[in-house]
């Protein structure tokens, strides 16, 4: 079964607008935490934000923010204000267990996201 | 903070050829991931260190691929022989404490021809 699913493989949204890209998990461990990366043409991974499974807050960095709804299992990423800079791969990414010794990040399939002028 | 350094960027090789990936984790950090990149299966773990010691190594896929990390500051992901399937971007990523993001490298890209 799939850990992490990312059901839009892509996504358009007009530069200044904002845009809600999906995540939902899959675990049944209390403790565990989710992440979001982008990945720009270049290549490289940049993390974005982090939601903890007992945070109380949504998390926000910036533009970003994340919709968590634990009951539902999901944390969408919110993005604000889209710019040009903004296209490229995001992923989610699912942390389980409340030991360091066992921290696996697994990741969504991604979305890629186009931002039109 | 110079982040995580991996070399080569590109590497072409052929097939049966031993292949050496580098990376060189963020000064401090004690956990260090390899993950590998493709169009097919996305992002897998391969394999991750706690303090230089392998944790979990189930993500590896043959025993073609080997990884160490022989002290804080250095690990090397090596496939022996390579094969074209093998062809992939492969992450370094490290981290520090338990909540802490992983900083990923540039990535190497491999192509086996």
Known sequence: ?117 | DAGVIQSPRHEVTEMGQEVTLRCKPISGHNSLFWYRQTMMRGLELLIYFNNNVPIDDSGMPEDRFSAKMPNASFSTLKIQPSEPRDSAVYFCASKQGWNSPLHFGNGTRLTVT
């Open chain 1, 1 to 117: 079964a799939q850990k992490i699913t990312q059901t839009q493989p892509g996504m358009f949204v007009q530069e200044k607008e904002a845009v809600t890209l999906d995540c939902t998990y899959d675990t049944s461990d209390p403790s565990y935490g989710l992440f979001w990366y982008k990945q720009p043409s270049s290549g490289e991974m940049i993390f974005l934000i982090y939601q903890g499974s007992y945070d109380q807050q949504n998390a926000t960095e910036g533009r970003y923010s994340l919709n968590f709804q634990k009951a539902r299992k999901s944390a969408n990423l919110v993005i604000s204000a889209s710019q040009l800079g903004d296209s490229a791969m995001y992923f989610c990414a699912m942390r389980e267990g409340a030991m360091d010794s066992s921290y696996k990040l697994i990741f969504g399939s991604g979305t890629r996201l186009l931002v039109r002028p």
